[in-house]
């Protein structure tokens, strides 16, 4: 008797599966708020120099009734983009002449403005504080806030490799690895176990050790042959399947944690576009899965990653007073997003035999942590061009879903147990 008719005889999918599931929802659901939480602690409110004839009382009390705001921040603050106050500059002196119907908002070089010496001015109407405000992570500061995000991610990384591991040995055991690693008398405890939450424990307390037995010796003749990176690295197939699928992995980590962490840059209402966002995603995993049922494996991923490429290249060409038309290509790109990495989690599986398949998912994942802290690091690249984070956001992952034609179709396929079973696809 295999291990795949022990595991139907003592309940493949019933409570044991579902509460183990449960449990696993928790903590993802509590990390992923955690994860999403900067873009409303770390928001970037609207800002400017800090200027004595607006800011300091008794100075503003003599302009009053001679001078309105909107004035005085013509003659103290140069006009950045969009006409409005710029955010990093103030004048050194204030321009007078600017009050003149016939001046124009040019009519100032730079040697005339100096940088923020007196600090900051924000608009609270929208966050009362954030740790921008609060650290004036702004203008010459700003790169912290992306490199902070990055370092939290790379504690992300250090944290899975060393709390998954210790985490092993408080959790259940996998009746399938006790067996395979030859612990007979465990792995029928386990099974047994599974049986009685499954509500089947008469069949639980029927199988026998010989059943455990057969299905232990058949576990080990399919691991017996030794397998590590190198035979990921030596054998052709494996090869390409190891580094399309890492590329894949590297550019969902890279997009999403680029962009999801940043929605400012995508929309102008960033509750909204984070509601929608959310609310799009648990559709959109269940029409992934549809897909890649009827469509296949590797036309399913190349197309998650396409699109939300082209949806973030498109972002960019749509003018920010478009409002509603940017957040319905930011919300289909980041849905896009998360239906890559459904689909790189299933295929990838299916790609590796059983000696290799942990190895290489888990290489595939470490991609994905590596992505994750590159993608925010890349928006320090707007001092040189403004749309050039964007672009690079939507050229990785067009190119790694045409990178995922490569790989081949598993649709309706066993698992490969073996290195000759992949070999033999």
Known sequence: MAFPELLDQVGGQGRFQMLQTVALLIPIMCATTQNMLENFSAAVPSHRCWVPLLDNSTIQASFSGTLNTEAILAISIPQGANRQPHPCLRFRQPQWQLLDPNATATNWSEATTEPCMDGWVYDYRTFTSTIVTKWDLVCD?????PVAQSIYLAGILVGAAVCGRA?????????????STGMLEQGL???????TINRKKAAGEALTGEAVLSAMQEEQSRTQAPAGLAALLRIPG????LWVSMMCWFAFGFTFYGLALDLQALGSNIFLLQMLIGVVDI????????LLSHLGRRPSQAGSLVLPGLCILANMLVPHEMGALRSTLAVLGLGAVGAAFTCVSISSGELFPTVLRMTAVGLCQVAARGGAILGPLVRLLSIYSPSLPLTI????????GVAALLLPETRNLPLPDTIQDVQNQ
């Open 283 to 290: 559709p959109t995993k269940v029409g992934t899965k549809v």
């Open 167 to 179: 985490s092993d040995r408080w959790l259940p055991e996998s009746a399938r690895w006790l067996l």
């Open 238 to 241: 494996l090869r390409l399947r």
């Open 393 to 400: 956001y939507g050229a990785v992952p067009i190119l790694s």
């Open 141 to 145: 500061s700003q790169a912290l806030k």
């Open 189 to 195: 405890q386990e099974l047994q176990k599974v049986a």
